[in-house]
């Protein structure tokens, strides 16, 4: 199996599901058909400033796949946002293989957070690069944060996740580190001195929380909870540091 990345962005409108929710339906019904197993979908915020139309906080999702069938997987995504998106949106969608996202589109993807791109220049990137980049409703201006999406998934260090191979949404709770990588598939727990947590640490998972991308790592922060035991980064915190 190949790991693909598929950026999307700008679905909704006010009134609408938001985009994470339906990349998280697209990962469902993927797997449901057979055609990739969704592994994470992470949200990236992107630059907010009044001259960039948004719905509410202009932020792209990236999914990630293992791909069982690459040759269905293009039209499904493309049959499936066609149908789900919102009146008035502006949908944008980039596929492209994990290994072939290159250091230009990671850079893109770091401009999106700071800078006004053009969607122009996000076509002659692509075109550029071989990957797939496509404006599906509306003025096609989605096509600048799918394909920012894609590169800073792969960059590593941007983003929170909203969905997991395993589901981490509905537990909240104490449990040890090691538990959590295994059950949720966390593959680093620190601090927020950057400090590794054993696996025999007990943390608190308060409700709400979401772990993080950190040196290409899903990963989870904590902070102190009294004198020995941890508890997940408040929602403020973890807004934050993955904006």
């Not at 055609?35 to 915020?45: D, F, L, N, W, Y």
């Not at 800078?115 to 692509?126: F, M």
Request: with cysteine.
């Amino acid at each position: 199996m190949k790991k693909y990345l598929i950026g999307i962005d700008d679905t909704d409108n006010l009134t609408s599901r938001g985009t994470g929710f339906i990349v998280r339906e697209l990962a469902r019904l993927l797997k449901e058909a057979g055609i990739a197993k969704p592994q994470c979908v992470s949200r990236h915020q992107l630059y907010f400033h009044p001259d960039i139309p948004y719905t509410s906080h202009n932020s792209s999702a990236c999914l990630e796949v293992d791909v069982l069938k690459p040759e269905e997987l293009r039209d499904f995504c493309r049959n499936y946002l066609l149908d789900v998106a919102a009146e008035g949106s502006d949908v944008g969608l980039c596929i492209v293989p994990f290994d072939n996202v290159s250091d230009k589109q990671i850079d893109w993807g770091l401009r999106a957070k700071k800078e006004i791109l053009s969607k122009y220049d996000a076509i002659a990137l692509a075109k550029h690069c071989g990957i797939y980049l496509e404006g599906l409703t509306g003025t096609h201006d989605g096509i600048i944060g799918s394909l920012a999406a894609c590169g800073l998934r792969k960059y590593g260090n941007d983003g929170r996740i909203l969905m997991l191979s395993a589901d981490f949404r509905s537990f909240s709770g104490v449990t040890t580190a090691g538990e959590i990588c295994r059950n949720f598939h966390i593959q680093n727990i620190f601090d927020t001195f950057d400090t590794s947590i054993p696996a025999e640490a007990m943390i608190t998972l308060e409700e709400g929380w979401k772990p993080l991308l950190k040196n290409g790592l899903y990963s989870l922060m904590v902070e102190k909870d009294g004198q020995y035991a941890w508890k997940s980064i408040s929602k403020e915190l973890l807004r934050k540091i993955s904006s």
